[in-house]
């Protein structure tokens, strides 16, 4: 439908979550189905189906969109490397999110030679003992830094993911020098989302909204040392936070924000919550949700075609109008810069266009 008013908006990366199947059990994932689930899983067919209908969004639009191979483990996928090739004959950007405790040597030699452009490998912590006990498996903190020893020396370029939670927050400094240490290109840095497993560990382990501040003023400051690439996921008030600091000045544009995944770069400035702007989530049975941490179901790539989802969909077309945005959100100065976290507003009241409730900002407009 050319004349949907947001068939023109640009796809810049797509999560699919490859399978369902995983090694670990991790305190804050997003899954809630078992391992026995695997058989739901998109076949190979159906996979290379998406990848098609992903790269032919990608020829209509000025850029490629980076497509990320997710989980679960995708590395616990027999054919994830038939379907890395298949992408990578679409000409598409590709991306690997794993945990880092199945890359092994040769591993990360078929990464290198698959054209995968970078690994995004998590720890939730600078140390065993916190990572550990978050992953809920002993030893897998050993197994990542292995698996990004693989990476470093196979010159694989890696990212570090971390999610910022009250058991690991006062760690940050200390993981943004062990990603310096094992030779990492960024940092991302994720705000807990209670959403899937993670709706249990947010009970006791959220940062408040003042400690969420705390942290990306914190944040603000790593960043300023330029030593580092870094960006922070499902935190968008930090789009105020470094205009408040006045960090954005010195920001340049880039093609791809974040080097692969939008957001804003070491060199760019964008949009805080992208869910359903430029991003797309595909879930393991194909289901097409605006990020992988907002569980409002927009189609199903198995009986609609991905270019008609993103295009006309009525969900993803409310979110992407920041007029339409409610409570604090809505008449904040700031609301197209950030937008606030469509997820957490969604998991407070069943409202994605709601407030965003971990938030200490309080608008002028306000009255305060």
């Known amino acids: 439908m050319n004349g949907h008013p947001f068939s023109d908006r640009i796809l810049r990366l797509l999560f699919w979550e490859t399978t369902i199947k995983c090694n670990l059990a991790c305190a804050h994932c997003r899954r809630i189905e078992d391992d026995d689930a695997v058989v739901t899983d998109l076949s190979t067919e159906q996979g290379m189906k998406l990848i098609d209908q992903l790269a032919e969004i990608g020829r209509d639009q000025p850029m490629m969109p980076v497509l990320v191979f997710s989980g679960g483990e995708p590395l616990c996928r027999n054919d994830l490397f038939d379907l890395i090739a298949h992408a990578r004959k679409a000409g598409l950007i590709l991306a690997l999110a794993s945990n880092g405790t199945l890359i092994d040597s040769s591993t990360a030699e078929r990464i290198r030679k698959s054209g ?15 990572h550990n006990k978050l992953r809920q498996l002993k030893g897998s903190f050993e197994d990542a830094i292995k698996g990004i020893g693989h990476l470093h020396q196979k010159e694989v370029p890696f990212q570090i993911n971390i ?7 006062h760690q940050l400094e200390e993981v943004y020098e ?14 807990l989302v209670p959403v899937g497993c993670g709706q249990t560990l947010a009970e006791t382990d959220m940062l408040s909204p003042q400690q969420y501040e705390e942290m990306l003023l914190k944040i603000c ?20 936070v470094i ?3 006045g960090l954005h000045k010195a920001r340049k544009t880039s093609g791809h924000p974040g080097g692969l995944v939008p957001g804003r770069s070491a060199h760019g400035a964008s949009k805080g919550c992208l869910a359903g702007l ?21 189609g199903n790539i198995t009986k609609t075609a991905l270019a008609e989802i993103w295009r006309t969909n009525e969900d993803l077309a409310t979110m992407r109008d920041s007029e339409a945005l409610q409570g604090k959100c809505g008449v904040c100065g700031y609301r197209t810069q950030c937008g606030g ?3 957490r507003a969604y998991a407070a009241t069943g409202n994605y266009m709601a407030e965003e409730p971990f938030c200490a900002y309080v608008p002028p407009e306000n009255g305060k």
Request: net charge positive.
């Open 221 to 240: 400051r790593l960043d300023g040392l330029g030593q580092l690439q870094v960006k922070v996921t499902c935190g968008p008030h930090y789009e105020r």
């Open 163 to 169: 999610t910022l939670a009250k058991h690991n927050a």
């Open 278 to 298: 430029g991003i797309l989530f595909v879930g393991h049975q194909g289901d097409v949700f605006p990020c992988g941490y907002l569980p409002v179901n927009c």
């Open 243 to 245: 205009r408040q600091q």
């Open 341 to 343: 976290c469509r997820a």
């Open 116 to 130: 995968i452009a970078r690994v995004s490998i998590s720890l939730d912590g600078a140390t065993p003992e916190i």
């Open 178 to 191: 062990l990603a310096r240490s094992l030779g990492a290109v960024a940092l991302h840095i994720f705000m």
